[in-house]
C-alpha cells in the first residue's frame, strides 16, 4: 500500500484531547500494521488501533476537508510534520497554516522491520 496523509490521536490516558499530529503514514502488506513516527499500531488500518509496544490507543484516520479532525470535545495545537504541509495546504485548498492550531515538526522514520521481527519473534 502507498504512505498516506493521516490524523493521528493518542487516546489513552486523555478525553478527547491527546496529542495529535498529521503526517504520513505506512503501511504494511495487509494493510493491518500502520507505521508512524516510530510506533507501529493495529487495527483495521483506520479507526482504533493501539500501539504494539506499549498498549496505548490511538484514533488513525483520514484527513477531512473540513477542519474537524478532532472530536467536537478536543482541544490542543495538532503537530504536523514538516514534510506534508505543501500537500496538506493543497487538499485542504489553504494557503496557510493557522499558527494557532498547528505545531511543525519533524516525524521520525519507523524501522519497519524492527517492528517485523519482534512480532516473528512471538509468534515463534
Known sequence: MKPEIKYIELKSG?????PAWI??????KTGRT????????KGN???DCYDVL???RYW?????????????AGKGK?????????EYLKYKEWNS??????DIVDIKPTDKQYFTKIENDILE
Open 45 to 47: 488500518g483506520h479507526g
Open 34 to 41: 500502520i507505521y508512524f513516527n516510530g510506533h507501529a499500531f
Open 54 to 56: 506499549s498498549g496505548e
Open 14 to 18: 486523555y478525553n478527547d484531547d491527546g
Open 78 to 86: 495538532i503537530m504536523i510534520d514538516r514534510s506534508v504541509i505543501n
Open 23 to 28: 503526517g504520513k503514514v505506512e503501511f504494511s
Open 60 to 72: 488513525i484516520s483520514g484527513l477531512k476537508k473540513d477542519s474537524t479532525n478532532r472530536h467536537w
Open 97 to 102: 497554516l493557522d499558527p494557532k492550531c498547528f
